[in-house]
């Protein structure tokens, strides 16, 4: 069994990958939800491996005997062979089952429980778009898209909807899945053991883009995190250039406007991210790809070549225009 | 032609062949009402649409082969995909088990010379083909199915999905849905009313047990995937609010009915291989099912609890704690049926003197795949464990298992095993185990890693993926294990094709199966048995008098009912004789209804609703044709 290491190896590569940030495995638990969920996994899979390597035990005994003499079309000791499918067929099962169901359904279920009301020190409020999450803070003006700043070893209550079709908000190293479903409220508990990235990715199928539909958990000190909310709090920073007085122009006079919020300006569109603080992002599209300068201009020229499909339409911009325009934007801290 | 022993009995055959002779010609296919030509229209049609579904899958693998690939852009990839789905499920596994191997099969496993209803079920095949069709003149159109083949609202909706794609796939199912129903209900009454007079139903084959059990389920599944489609039909294109939330309606209301739906058909898709599974064992181990009636009652009660499960796919969806714990109960008490299944099977291998040909490696490669993809479908009980990887490859690779390696394997092992049968030549046995080989390994190789990048995050029908999450090299290896299945499925088509021109003449009965299919010769004569074959056990061809029984009975002309074309009915329970039934021959009608019921979809799908209409009055004016009792041969 030469291939049995090689295929081992990823594995644990990529498992110790997924527990240096960033990784979406429901291996590498990082709260007590996602914990439990995994180490039920580990149990599941010990006794699933049992009864299979068993069955498999079993043929390999009809394969060893095949050449044994025996009395053709008759049975023998019918009542043992009909009292072994009773057993193992039967008996056994029924144990295991309701083991499984007692343990996984009725304890480690409340674990990966919603929160009960008001027992949470806040809540986040996420929408589900075509093809990025909106975040809103409770109680805070604050709106951003796609990355979530919890703080650390703290209860979060999210709360769930979506603004379109049906998404499904899913942080594996964190919790379960909960689905955003049209005219619902899914609640969900969000906790992270220590500071980190723990990426989530939209987990039904959402439409063209679906696979670029990801976003990231940074849970970090309460002190850094009130710092990140406080600024999120406030509106769009004034520009102070007269270069980015112009890509502001731009921004509220082409299509930009029409689909994106700027806080404290008349960029009111709802259909895109709001981009009030665009720069405390380090992503995006949704994860898609790294919130820097070229990416950014990339991305405002052909949006339909970075993610086919998407619903931002390419602004025709000349070269002086886009780098005001990229300017501003990347002013907005 | 069965073998003949005296001058009366040769009278009797002859008179026989002439009143049950097939037109021959492209026209004797047109018309046919013979279930075995009507089998082999399956057959044909069933796997013509499962290599359109398997390039599709390929297409699909080839993109995943690595991240961030360009080789399908994800409009391409989500048509593929969906249409993949469609296919295998509505267009290849239920046709070729139902209408392949139950048309051709269950007729000769009862002892009867037709289905009930031999123009019904032409009907069934005309509109499966019409339907098939229908659906695939969308993808090449451009417009193929895109929503997933579960199609969620409102991603399928006239708003979010507004070309005719969705459309196709929901006119296409309805009209599928049609050709379905119309098959179980005859596979109904053919294994109720047409089994040969002392076939009671304890006497019944499991092969039957698992048809008649899937007829019931098609029966009771279909009129809310019907349902649901109207629905999603009316909402796009009459401005109905069934599903749409902003007008009252709710979008849960689809996943409740699909998956009524959806669930069942799980069942419906793996009871017929768990058939063909209960006759291949007993004829390679030389030996009878351990526990026949205990499987039997499973066979039925998993038709039955499958109806009770369906929420099980909705566990993500937020609803209360009470209904996903009920659910969960019930998903956890169906493995108890398929856990007796599963163990007759292996006690009957080690009971036996197994003979590992081609066919039982094939029914082994089936107990494994159904082992493990059972296993990891208990895990999905568990709710928190199924929130959690519910919606990742996790589950694709489970119902791969099931519905590829557990259904689909058996019906590869039944190719191989009725080969003999339908062609009266041998497959050559060297190049069918090197097929089994080829194909097990590349289901091993495609699906088994899919566990564990699901384990590690990855979502399903995602068109691409990052690299270093530690997928990449996973997907590799199903991408390669995909062309080696592939190939494996290649080499079984390739050796049946080949072998059914230079095989090795057989007899009646090559493997001493134990069911009536090997009392009449290879391949079978139109009229199935010169006589109604004498049955007094499950095990009909290993009661060596009753064949010996048979031969006299012909000379005799009991029950050889040679005068016109006739096949005898018995009482349901126990089959006493009951009375003769005149089966109608060759017909115009069924095609020509199918036409007609073609021309209403097709403009239903074009909005020219008077058209639809007249098509309809159409249907109407062929099924009066069809009524007026054509004059018998005799």
């Known amino acids: ?333 | 032609m069965a073998t003949v022993a005296s001058p009366e009995a040769a009278r009797r055959v002859q008179r026989l062949e002439r009143v049950w002779r097939e037109r021959p010609g492209l026209l004797g296919w047109l018309t046919t009402c013979d279930h075995k030509r009507i089998g082999i229209l399956y057959l044909f049609t069933s796997l013509a649409f499962f290599a359109a579904g398997g390039v599709e899958a390929l297409l699909v693998r080839t993109q995943l082969i690595r991240p961030d690939n360009g080789l399908l852009g994800p409009e391409k990839f989500d048509q593929m995909m969906t249409t993949h789905g469609v296919t295998m499920i509505f267009l290849f596994v239920i046709p070729i088990s139902i209408g392949a191997f139950g048309n051709y099969l269950v007729p000769l496993m009862i002892g009867s010379r037709d289905m009930a209803f031999p123009r019904m079920n032409a009907l069934s095949y005309w509109l499966f083909l019409a339907s098939g069709i229908f659906i695939y003149t969308g993808l090449f159109l451009g417009h193929g199915p895109n929503a997933g083949w579960f199609d969620y609202v409102p991603l399928g909706s006239k708003q979010y999905d507004p070309g005719p794609n969705v459309d196709f796939y929901a006119l296409g199912l309805i009209f599928n849905g049609v050709s379905s129903t119309a098959a179980a209900i005859n596979f109904i009454v053919t294994i109720f009313k047409l089994r040969a007079p002392g076939m009671s139903l304890n006497r019944m084959p499991l092969f039957c047990y698992a048809f008649l059990a899937v007829s019931f389920a098609l029966i009771f599944a279909l009129p809310p995937l019907n349902v649901a489609l109207g629905f999603l039909e009316l909402d796009r294109r009459l401005g109905f609010h069934f599903f749409d939330v902003a007008h009252g309606g709710d979008a849960l209301m689809w996943q409740h009915l699909f998956w009524i739906f959806g669930h069942p058909e799980v069942y419906i898709i793996i009871l017929p291989a768990f058939g063909i599974a209960t006759s291949i064992i007993p004829t390679f181990t030389r030996r009878k099912m351990v526990a026949f009636p205990l499987v039997a009652l499973a066979e039925i009660l998993v038709a039955f609890i499958g109806f009770g499960v369906w929420v099980h796919h909705m566990f993500a969806t937020g609803l209360s704690s009470i209904t996903l714990v009920y659910f969960a109960a019930a998903s956890l008490i169906i493995v108890v049926p398929s856990g007796i299944q599963l163990f007759a099977w292996i006690t009957t291998l080690n009971t036996g003197r197994p003979e590992f040909k081609t066919p039982l490696l094939f029914i082994c490669g089936f107990i494994i795949f159904f082992l493990l993809g059972g296993l990891s479908g208990v895990m999905f009980a568990a709710i928190p464990f199924d929130q959690q990887l519910t919606d990742t490859y996790f589950v694709v690779a489970h119902f791969h298992f099931v519905i590829f390696g557990a259904a689909v394997f058996p019906i590869l092992g039944g190719l191989y095993y009725w080969f003999p049968k339908v062609t009266g030549r041998m497959y050559h046995e060297r190049t069918g185990q090197l097929s089994f080989w080829l194909a097990f390994t590349g289901t091993a190789l495609t699906f088994f890693p899919m566990h564990i990048v699901g384990l590690l995050g990855m979502p399903r029908r995602v068109y691409t993926y990052p690299g270093g999450m530690g997928w990449s090299d996973y997907n590799l290896l199903e991408s390669i294990g995909a062309y080696v299945l592939a190939s494996g499925l290649f080499l079984i088509v390739a050796n049946l094709l080949v072998s059914a021109f230079r095989g090795v003449r057989v007899g009646p009965d090559p493997w001493g199966g134990a069911t009536l299919e090997w009392a009449t010769s290879s391949p079978p004569p139109d009229y199935n048995f010169p006589v109604i074959p004498k049955v007094t056990s499950a095990y009909a061809m290993w009661d060596r008098e009753d064949r010996e029984e048979d031969a006299r009975k012909l000379t005799r002309g009991d029950l050889v009912l040679e005068r016109g074309h006739e096949t005898p009915a018995s009482t349901v329970l126990d089959a006493d004789w009951d009375e003769i039934l005149e089966m109608p021959s060759d017909s115009p009608w069924p095609i020509t209804l199918a036409a007609a019921a073609a021309g209403v979809f097709a403009f239903l799908l074009l909005g020219h609703w008077l058209v639809a209409g007249v098509f309809g009055g159409l249907c109407l004016a062929v099924l009066a044709a069809w009524h007026r009792q054509e004059p018998q041969l005799a």
């Open chain 1, 1 to 333: 069994m030469a291939g049995r290491p090689r295929l081992l190896v990823p594995i644990v590569c990529s498992t110790a990958f997924a527990g240096c940030g960033g990784g979406q495995s429901p291996l590498s638990p990082k709260s007590k939800p996602a914990h439990d969920i995994s180490t039920l996994w580990w149990w599941m899979l010990a006794v699933a491996s049992v009864v299979f390597l068993g069955a498999v035990f079993m043929i390999t005994i009809a394969w060893l005997r095949r050449k044994r003499e025996g009395l053709p079309y008759l049975g023998r000791r019918e009542n043992v062979a009909n009292g072994l499918v009773v057993v193992f067929g039967l008996l056994v099962p029924v144990a295991v089952l309701g083991v499984v169901f007692v343990i996984a359904n009725l304890v480690v279920t409340k674990d990966t429980d919603a929160p009960a009301a008001g027992s949470t020190a806040m809540s986040i409020h996420v929408i589900g778009h075509q093809w990025f999450w909106e975040v809103r803070y409770q109680g805070t003006p604050a709106v951003t898209a796609n990355e979530i700043h919890i703080p650390v070893r703290t209860r979060v209550d999210l709360a769930v909807n979506t603004a379109d079709v049906i998404h499904s908000f899913w942080v594996p190293e964190l919790n379960r899945k909960i689905d955003m479903i049209p005219g619902q409220t899914g609640r969900i508990l969000l906790y992270a053991d220590r500071p980190g990235q723990y990426r989530g990715q939209c987990a039904e199928f959402c439409g063209v883009q679906h696979a670029h539909m990801a976003m990231k958990v940074i849970a970090e000190p309460a002190a850094t995190f009130r710092g990140w909310l406080a600024n999120q709090s406030r509106p769009a920073r004034a520009p102070t250039t007269p270069a980015q007085r112009l890509g502001r122009q731009t921004f509220l006079t082409t299509a930009c406007s029409d689909c994106h919020t700027l806080r404290g300006t008349a960029a009111r569109g709802v259909i895109g991210p709001d981009l009030t603080h665009l720069m405390s992002r380090s992503t995006l599209a949704a994860l898609t790809i790294p919130n820097r300068p070229d990416e950014l201009a990339r991305w405002i020229l052909d949006p339909q070549h970075v993610k086919p499909g998407n619903k931002m339409p390419g602004l025709k911009l000349d070269a002086a225009e886009t780098r005001n325009l990229v300017d501003f934007l990347e002013s907005l801290k």
